[in-house]
């Protein structure tokens, strides 16, 4: 268990205290601070509960309390006390990592997630390790959610920060091969040895040592070519190195094991996408048959009949690819040249003119290309994006 109290003290500025405004507040405060540094925590709680009863926006209090309560293992009432302190300062990412991690202790999913991702979005001040912490814990709840493509963002960043803890690789090997925690094989067989080594691979590719990450994707498919989503994982990792020919190959022998595979159809089509469109459409019509409901695969299907010659049948894939993504500024444009050859010219000026004011926010927002994309997407489905990418 690691001492919030040492390792991790609030930051908050000047203007952020409230001032004690009596003498008893204020004897109390420095007794509660006196008992907490002393390690006495039942006295140093009963005196932090004082004084924020005397100041219930006392910032300090409520932080000082919360860790102390989670130090001692009492995650429902740590829990209350940073609801606290996230309610009075609600742009605190540090109060929202340690309320996520409570959340989690207590298997509040859903809160824990949300959170966690506003402590990452927010930012967790100036203590790295925390931040470390939290995005493991965001990556475990990512991964529950079966949201895949999501945690392997989150985990790539505890690998590019060089976090490589047991916990870490594990947890990024069963990103990569889609799976949850709760499905994962027992430790100590072969299963589990595969989840361990993709996840040394990513670990490998996030530290950009390209040629290591896939000899051990090639020593592991050698040896369990059988095993669900390995040869996924291996062709995701070849469109990191460029290597779009062999990536294709890899999705090949995948659908070869699982015909059904519709991530590896996807990955297919998007990298077919303007280079063989009419093959990837029939990737992306099977995923769609297959998995209706994935937007993603509804706007690869879209844009490969729009760049088919068939933008009547582009149409209603689009739309429903603008209901899932509203804000994503490329959809907007492929559905405006759809619109504009099946002869829509309101609709398809409407689009257009949503396509021109998403791409303004995003210039005046970020100069980093993928940051405004739908999260989760791989390597080779950003590139789909990418050709979409104009601006007017």
């Known amino acids: 268990m690691v001492c919030w109290q040492i390792v991790f003290p609030l930051i908050l500025s000047a203007q952020s205290q409230t001032k004690a405004s009596s003498p008893t507040f204020a004897s109390l405060a420095q007794r509660a601070a006196e008992a907490r540094d002393a390690d006495r925590f039942d006295e ?6 004082k004084a924020l009863a005397l100041q219930p926006k006392w910032k300090e209090g409520w932080w000082s309390l919360g860790t102390i309560e989670y130090d001692q293992d009492h995650y429902a009432k740590a829990a209350q006390d940073f609801e606290k302190l996230t309610a009075l300062d609600p742009a605190n990412g540090t109060a929202h990592a340690m309320l996520g991690l409570c959340q989690f202790e207590l ?28 995005l493991y814990h965001l990556g475990i ?19 590019k920060d060089r976090v490589r803890t047991k916990e870490s ?15 994962a094989p027992i430790e100590g067989t072969p299963g589990s040895s595969v989840i361990a080594r993709a996840g040394e691979a990513e670990a490998l590719l996030a530290a950009r040592d390209f040629e290591q990450a896939k000899k051990t994707y090639a ?19 070849l469109l990191e190195t460029n290597e779009t020919d062999e990536a294709i190959e890899e ?5 070869k094991r699982d015909p059904q595979n519709v991530n590896s159809m996807l990955e297919i089509a998007s990298v077919r996408y303007q280079v063989d469109s009419r093959d990837g459409l029939h990737y992306a019509e099977q995923a769609v048959k297959l998995a209706p409901g994935i937007p993603f695969a509804h706007y690869l299907l879209g844009v490969l009949r729009l760049d088919t010659g068939n933008a009547a049948g582009a149409v209603p894939e689009l739309e429903v690819a603008q209901k899932a993504f509203p804000n994503e500024s490329r959809v907007y444009f492929s559905l405006g040249n759809a619109y504009a050859r099946v ?20 210039k005046q927002r970020t100069a980093t290309v993928y940051s405004e994309r739908p999260p989760g997407l791989s390597q080779g489905q950003l590139r789909t994006l990418d050709k979409e990418n104009p601006r007017p």
């Open 251 to 255: 999705f090949r022998k995948e659908l």
């Open 107 to 134: 298997s509040k999913d859903a809160q824990a997630l949300k959170n966690l991702l506003a402590a990452e979005q927010l930012g967790v001040i100036k203590d790295e390790q925390l931040r470390h912490v939290a």
């Open 141 to 159: 709840l990512q991964l529950r959610a079966r949201k895949f493509g999501d945690a392997k963002e989150t985990l790539d960043q505890l690998a």
């Open 343 to 362: 002869g829509r010219k309101a609709e398809a000026a409407k689009a257009r003119a949503e396509f021109a004011r998403l791409s303004a926010q995003e």
């Open 219 to 237: 020593e592991l498919t050698g040896e369990f070519p059988d095993y669900p989503n390995l040869h996924f994982a291996f062709g995701r990792l």
């Open 44 to 49: 140093a709680v009963a005196l932090y509960a």
């Open 169 to 183: 690789i594990i947890a990024l090997g069963l990103a990569v091969l889609l799976l949850r925690p709760q499905d």
